[in-house]
């Protein structure tokens, strides 16, 4: 699996929020690299699951507060999808298990590449 690389069409042209989406890339690329590993480590694997949910919750907070300042109209469906996320997140870690290590990884990929460049950029002309 390849591991994210920033690159311009990932901005939403606000400096927080660019800067935690590096963060949240780095964070899923350290989980590419454990699966990566012949033996990988079951509590390396749960404690970046677990850094991952602290820095996802300091992410989904700051985006809701921008988004309240700036008046998004669709905050209310942002907040839907950034609780079901957070369930999800919350069942990975509950039934964390380092046989389903790739599936979380590609589960996470893909979340992540998708709430950025989907979800994100309809508030992009609110913040930027």
Do not use: C
């Amino acid at each position: 699996m390849e591991k994210f690389i920033w690159d311009n069409k990932y901005s939403v042209g606000h400096p927080l929020i660019d800067h935690q989406h590096r963060s949240l890339m780095g964070i899923v690329n350290e989980l590419v690299e454990l699966s990566e590993e012949k033996a990988p480590s079951s509590s390396k694997y749960i404690n970046i699951l677990m850094q991952l949910d602290e820095y996802v919750h300091t992410h989904f907070k700051a985006e809701e507060i921008l988004m309240t300042q700036v008046g998004y109209p669709d905050l209310v469906q942002h907040l839907s999808i950034h609780g079901a996320l957070s369930d999800q997140a919350s069942r990975l870690i509950m039934n964390i298990n380092i046989d389903d290590l790739n599936s979380t990884v590609q589960f996470l990929v893909e979340w992540l590449e998708q709430h950025i460049m989907v979800e994100d950029m309809k508030f992009k002309h609110y913040v930027s």
